[in-house]
């Protein structure tokens, strides 16, 4: 069989009917043919024409793969190559078969990592072609690989992190880790519902995962919500970062950047700062709050909405705001105490004039028809100005609406939402307690149960549940991974996860 028919050996023209089992089995056949082929099969030209251009990237993903990574690699620092092989790396990533690829995940990885470093070096900025491929790979990208990360630095460097917003809208479940084994009739041809069966570590999808990553990404994700004013995004994951589990109660310096980034939005979003996590660790907590008090003291001042204060403390500390890069943030609230000086009156009134709220405010009518004006337009304060005859601001007549939604209908939108990500969320857990069950030490548990008999104590009562022997990740709320910690020691016990 020459090289190119065996390029092009597979998919087989019955390859829809195959079961998965026939299918794993042809495409490990193939596997360890194309292993046998010289490297120049992947370079050299046929009928003069570049491989790639003979093949779909559709149809036959894998030696299209194999060709452009080797390809790549001869190609050196020709830029002029290198721009030819970009364009066929696109096309790649936007056509390939996402079940040809989870066999050779080291090779994928190897394109995706390339395309992702001389994108930013070409004429397009345009990274939206990774964000697909991600999400071509696993539809959920429920699984954290060393890629989410990455992607996330590069958008913040190349100025574009609004094109990585499909991927932090994904939830993260499960961790890229090295699975016990897999199931039993289970191939990485089926129609797979959780993506950490095929993307682990042994696949070659992702690279080890450090505990620093996950927190990193969560902050990053946090910075271009804020940037996007998702303020309820944003909150989540800045409570990942802020839950994270630690060994004697130590202290991150990227908690401690989440916590002032959590007083800030919670000043943005609601007028004062959101309620700790509920099962935040105490001392952790307490060490943290201790060298963020500066912004605390905002807080206080925005809470009492004593606008004076705010403005004093914000100068003093300008060089603070400034070296933790939340001095563009620290002006927005000093707005938005405005803003809810302004929305405090409805409590109290149902129109007033806006010579009053001038001078609630204290700024001149004219200064604060404008913001007021501006405020409504921007739909941050449900209002209407009804102006007067005699063309004076102070005058004019701000009334306050009442929200005419239905609270009904919100309920059922919010249910309806809920039970959708419940929904989500119990297809994890139920894989979680299935791959517990597959570890070293599960097993061991049960022939103790075994042999101590049926008046065994419960197995909850005999779990060491302290977070300082706990090196395993954990679930965030809303079932984000909130971190893991490695090279303690002990085999992880959560390590289908």
């Not at 927005?332 to 009053?356: C, H, N, W, Y």
């Not at 939604?405 to 894989?431: N, Y």
């Amino acid at each position: 069989m020459s090289d190119l028919s065996a390029i092009l050996s597979f998919p087989p023209d019955d390859v829809a009917k195959l079961t998965p089992k026939k299918y794993d089995d042809a495409i490990n056949r193939y596997l360890q043919r194309i292993e046998k082929l010289p490297n120049t099969a992947w370079l050299r030209p046929v009928d003069k024409k570049n491989l790639l251009e003979m093949l779909n990237p559709e149809v036959n993903s894998i030696p299209y793969m194999v060709s452009l990574a080797g390809q790549i690699k001869a190609a050196g620092k020709d830029w002029t190559k290198l721009e030819i092989l970009l364009n066929y790396a696109v096309i790649f990533l936007a056509t390939f078969d996402p079940v040809q690829v989870r066999y050779v995940g080291a090779t994928w990885l190897t394109v995706l990592d390339w395309t992702l470093d001389t994108l930013p070096q070409s004429s397009s900025c345009d990274l939206s072609i990774i964000a697909s491929a991600m999400l071509r790979l696993d539809p959920t990208l429920g699984t954290f690989t060393s890629t989410h990360l990455r992607f996330l630095r590069i958008c913040l460097e190349g100025g574009v992190p609004s094109h990585a917003l499909p991927i932090l809208d994904k939830n993260i479940y499960a961790m890229a880790t090295t699975p016990p084994k897999l199931m039993a009739d289970e191939f990485l041809c089926d129609d797979l519902e959780l993506s950490n069966t095929y993307i682990t570590l042994k696949s070659g999808f992702t690279l080890k995962i450090q505990p620093q990553y996950v927190l990193e990404y969560y902050l990053i994700g946090a910075h271009i919500y804020l940037g996007s004013r998702n303020y309820a995004r944003a909150r989540l994951f800045l409570e990942y970062v802020l839950l994270h589990p630690s060994i004697q109660h130590s202290i991150s310096a990227l908690q401690v950047e989440a916590y002032k980034k959590w007083v800030l939005v919670g000043l943005l979003a609601e007028g004062k700062p959101y309620p700790l996590p509920r099962t935040h660790d105490n001392a952790v907590m307490k060490g943290v709050r201790d060298v963020s008090k500066p912004y605390d003291a905002l807080a206080d001042n925005f809470i009492k909405r004593n606008l004076s204060k705010y403005r004093a403390e914000m100068d003093i500390g300008t060089q603070i705001w400034h070296e933790d890069g939340n001095l563009r943030l620290v002006k927005e609230a000093e707005s938005a105490l405005l803003r809810f000086r302004v929305m405090d009156l409805q409590k109290t009134f149902a129109a007033l004039p806006i010579g009053r709220v001038a001078a609630h405010a204290g700024y001149p009518p004219d200064t604060t028809l404008q913001w007021v004006t501006e405020m409504i337009r921007q739909r941050q304060l449900r209002a209407s100005i009804t102006p007067n005859g005699n063309g004076n601001a102070g005058d004019a007549v701000l009334r306050f609406h009442h929200s005419t939604t239905s609270s009904s209908a919100l309920a059922d939108g919010d249910l309806a939402a809920q039970t959708q990500r419940i929904e989500a969320l119990v297809a994890h857990v139920r894989d979680a307690d299935r791959r517990l069950q597959l570890t070293k030490e599960y097993v061991e548990y049960t022939k103790r149960q075994k042999r101590s008999g049926p008046d065994a104590a419960d197995m909850a009562d005999q779990m060491d549940l302290t977070w300082e022997n706990n090196g395993a990740g954990i679930m965030g709320s809303a079932g984000g991974v909130v971190g893991m910690d490695e090279d303690d020691g002990d085999e992880d016990i959560m390590g289908g996860f």
